[in-house]
Antibody, heavy 117, light 111 residues
Framework: EVQLVESGGGLVKPGGSLKLSCAAS????????MYWVRQTPEKRLEWVAT????????YYPDSVKGRFTISRDNAKNNLYLQMSSLKSEDTAMYYC??????????WGQGTSVTVSS | DVVMTQTPLSLPVSLGDQASISCRSS???????????LHWYLQKPGQSPKLLIY???NRFSGVPDRFSGSGSGTDFTLKISRVEAEDLGVYFC????????FGGGTKLEIK
């Protein structure tokens, strides 16, 4: 059974940093592209980052480019999202998801990030 | 970015009814490789989204055949042939032909 378990969320001040983790199991992690997706308090879904199976290629929307870094450790079956220079508009539930057919086929339960002074 | 517009925002239905949700994109979702990367997700209350349909009309593993997807270009539809209680929640369309974007969601609820 595919499982994705996020952790690392919390309350952080504007301008601060946070690192999210996603532990994967139940599939061959190193074979799949992975995503981070967030859901705002208004319930809007936003793509945050993508990483290739080997980790060589990463992609971001303009809204987080230069502030967020996606990475992975295929030996440990872990996905990460390093977030810095956080803004109030980064407040959201953050999900990791695996990729098949260019879709997000499995999602974790999410970890909540609140950016507030 | 490609804007995905879903209608209606809310869809009250009776159990056993057919339900239909529309999703329109601001530009064509046909990729240069000929595929159309339009997908549908269901988010039940208190849960994360789950993939229902990928590439317009392909049901994901374990998805009942009462769910069907259709469409082309910029105009897509998700149909549920006989709504069951477990189908209630918010449905999102999404595209990954271009930079990934999502529709605003359609809430399927009991009439």
């Amino acid at each position: 059974e595919v499982q994705l378990v996020e952790s690392g969320g919390g309350l952080v001040k504007p301008g601060g940093s946070l690192k999210l983790s996603c532990a994967a199991s139940g599939f061959t992690f190193s074979d799949y592209y992975m995503y981070w997706v967030r859901q705002t308090p208004e319930k809007r879904l936003e793509w945050v980052a993508t990483i290739s199976d080997g980790g060589s290629y990463t992609y971001y929307p303009d809204s987080v480019k230069g502030r967020f870094t996606i990475s992975r450790d295929n030996a440990k079956n872990n996905l990460y999202l390093q977030m810095s220079s956080l803004k109030s508009e980064d407040t959201a539930m953050y999900y990791c998801a695996s990729s098949s057919y260019y879709a997000m086929d499995y999602w974790g339960q999410g970890t909540s990030v609140t950016v507030s002074s | 970015d490609v804007v995905m517009t879903q209608t209606p925002l809310s869809l009250p239905v009776s159990l056993g009814d057919q339900a239909s949700i529309s999703c329109r994109s601001s530009q064509s979702l046909v990729h240069s490789n000929g595929n159309t990367y339009l997908h549908w997700y269901l988010q039940k209350p208190g849960q994360s989204p789950k993939l229902l349909i990928y590439k317009v009309s392909n049901r994901f593993s374990g998805v009942p055949d009462r769910f069907s997807g259709s469409g082309s270009g910029t105009d897509f539809t998700l149909k549920i042939s006989r709504v069951e209680a477990e189908d209630l929640g918010v449905y999102f369309c999404s595209q990954s032909t271009h930079v990934p974007t999502f529709g605003g969601g359609t809430k399927l609820e009991i009439k």
